[in-house]
């Protein structure tokens, strides 16, 4: 067996280059003395938009049965959107309270969130009416 000196093994160099660290550091500075002006205009766009509560409510019933009333009057599920509409029409900062059953499915919550998308209500909240538990 051949036997190599220590003159003959590479060296290990334990250095921390420090240049690539520092244009690191100063890229990541420019980038945030460029982007917080423009993040702090856009967020001015947002806190313009009224953010409080509706000045009137009204409610939107599902029944188990999936049928719906609105306001105290039976609407069918191709009826709603263009109620909906015209109340937002007559009062666009209304807002609608959907009363839903506890077993309601997904998928049908979707459809009439989507139909109060649709109808363009700014307001919306939804209220899981929970079985009562007997004692």
């Known amino acids: ?6 003159h003959q093994l590479p060296l290990i160099n334990a250095e921390i280059q420090i240049t690539p ?11 945030v003395v460029v982007l ?5 205009s856009e967020s001015k766009v947002f806190q313009e938009t009224p953010a409080g509560q509706p000045k009137k409510t009204i409610e939107l ?10 306001a105290g009057e039976s609407i069918t599920d191709r009826e709603l959107i263009a109620a909906l509409k015209m ?9 609608v309270v959907v009363r839903i059953p506890a ?14 998308r649709a109808a363009a209500v700014k307001h919306t909240a939804v ?5 009562q538990k007997s004692p």
């Open 1 to 6: 067996m051949k036997r190599y000196s220590s």
């Open 21 to 31: 660290l520092l244009d690191l550091m100063l890229l990541l500075l420019l980038t």
């Open 36 to 40: 917080v002006p423009a993040l702090r």
């Open 61 to 70: 019933v599902v029944s188990p049965d999936l049928k719906l009333t609105l």
């Open 87 to 95: 109340r937002m029409a007559v009062a666009p900062e209304t807002g």
């Open 103 to 116: 077993n309601l499915q997904a998928s049908a919550l979707l459809e009439i969130m989507d139909a109060l």
């Open 127 to 131: 209220l899981n009416d929970r079985p």
